[in-house]
């Protein structure tokens, strides 16, 4: 058994000495030639192969799991899989010199070129039937790619990355967007929430450490703000929420953030880059959908807050139904039933207890669908919140296990599809993703109104019958807030993570999955065999072939059917 052990906070002068080494050393990383750091990614996949069972068993234990449960899935699936990947990726892109293959490249009727980047391989549309990934590109640019490997070698520069700390893939894969879609070499900070974590993360990147290029120091505030003001310093990356981005940018008292942001004069000038979280919607556009269908998609929409504990950015928070719909309560009850069948979560992030109530005092209709120990928060469904400019629920993460719903007064799908367009770009906070729950037969009776949809939604992901997960999970596609987000006014965040495919100017991610499965897909939850699941994938993801295929599929079909 692992003793879960957080490195002691770094000291100043420790923090003083890892950034001199980094500054010595970021000029090598820009003229690093490709080569040698295909050699780093082959490196730390080969060291991660022996770290993986650890990692799991911390993350598990620090999460209140047992980690030879079903539920231990989830941190295969959060962490070693997505690693893997995309490391794996990565090690492909620089393969091609920076200038990855696409699977296709096509155009829309205005001319906006799209990247199809899912799936790629004839592996991978075996291994997840029937999903897809396309990148709308900024028509201004084209599908340009590796901008870094095209215009050769600029001045090195320092980013300082502020480690997620609920999701264990996200410290990794910020690390290697930043050292090679980036340029830059890095100083990691650990959340202190996953801490634990951080030796691990120095074991498969070694080399990387052993070479200047990588650094990792522990602390809480103090160490982090040293870090962030430290002239040596050039960049800094932020995963959190928009109240940690506007402490670290533009001060920590309201008073001085206004004063601050009036000027025009940030408490901390360096380029920033974001991912801040969102009230993330899901749009059950109304259809004829049957009993099963209903039952199916409630058990997606369980599975979308459930995950981690509900602790995701992307976590679906609020189902947007139209008051119209015939089969909208019974939706609804479906959705209960679900939720009344989650086991207990440990609420281990931060704060969890406090957003709780925060939502639960403010809408006596809340609903706690179970009993948990004091350690956990119950299952919790909200009907019936106002759609209105200013609501609470709509302007406020729980990143917990609460879900929420409102109602939008429409005829049918077209006028739904267009009335939640605007609601959602002008009273729901966030633009880091959204989801589309659509039955094929109302897809194609309204196909111009879902195209107006997607073109006019300020999200940077949708997915049409597919979690926004997925788009982080795939590497391949952008991760961020929409374009156009300033400091000022920041969004979900600023830049953008993954894009292994190396885009230079995406702008909006679109996602599609059948609107029923035959197989449970592993994000739904109550997944009896979900920790061979995610051991298989992670097997796939690691090395793809037909024999690593078929056990992944295995697995898969053994978790019964949907």
Known sequence: MITLVSPSDTSLEKLESELELLSSRKQAWVETPVRKRIHYLETAATAADRVWDR????????????????????????????????????????????????????????????????????????????????????????????????????????????????????PPTDVLHKLLAENQVVLLKMNPVNAYLGPLLEEIFYPLVRDGFLRVIYGGVEVGEKACHHPLVDTVHITGSQHSHDAIVWGSSAAERKRRQKQGKPFLEKTITSELGCVTPILVVPGPWTETELAYQARHAAGMISSNAGCNCVAGQLLVTSSGWSRRERF???????????????????????????????????????????????????????????????????????????????????????????????????????????????????????????????????????WGGIGFGLMVTPWGGAPGNTLENPGSGLGFVHNTFLLDRPVKTILRAPFKTPYVPPWFPNNRNLREVGQRVTEFETGPSFKSLARALVAVLKSGPA
């Open 55 to 170: 990692w799991v068993e911390a993350s598990c234990r620090a999460k209140g799991l047992d980690p030879y449960s079903p539920l231990a899935g989830e941190e295969w699936l959060l962490g070693p899989a997505l690693i893997a990947r995309c490391i794996r990726l990565y090690r492909e892109a620089l393969v091609a010199g920076g200038q990855p293959r696409l699977p296709s490249l096509t155009t829309r009727p205005n001319g906006q070129p799209v990247a199809r980047v899912f799936p790629g391989t004839v592996l991978e549309r075996m291994m997840y039937l029937g999903m897809s990934a396309d990148v709308w590109l900024d028509p201004s640019t084209g599908a340009t790619q590796g901008a870094v490997y095209r215009d050769g070698a600029g001045p090195g520069r320092i980013c300082l990355v502020l480690g997620g700390g609920n999701v264990s893939a996200i």
């Open 332 to 466: 609804l009850t479906h959705v209960r039933r679900n939720l009344e069948r989650l086991p207990d979560r440990k609420a281990y992030y931060p704060g969890a207890h406090g957003r709780y109530r925060q939502f639960v005092e403010r809408y006596r209709q809340a609903e706690p669908l179970s009993r948990p120990p004091e350690t956990c928060l119950p299952w919790t469904l909200i009907s019936g919140i106002p759609p209105q400019d200013g609501e609470y629920g709509l302007e406020n993460e729980a990143f917990c296990g609460l879900l929420t719903e409102t109602s939008l007064e429409s005829s049918d799908a077209a006028q739904f599809l267009a009335r939640a367009t605007e609601f959602l770009n002008h009273s729901v906070w966030g633009d880091l993703s959204c989801v589309i729950l659509l039955h094929p037969e109302t897809e194609a009776a309204h196909r111009r109104s879902l195209e107006t949809a997607l073109e006019d939604l300020r999200y940077s992901t949708i997915g049409i019958n597919l």
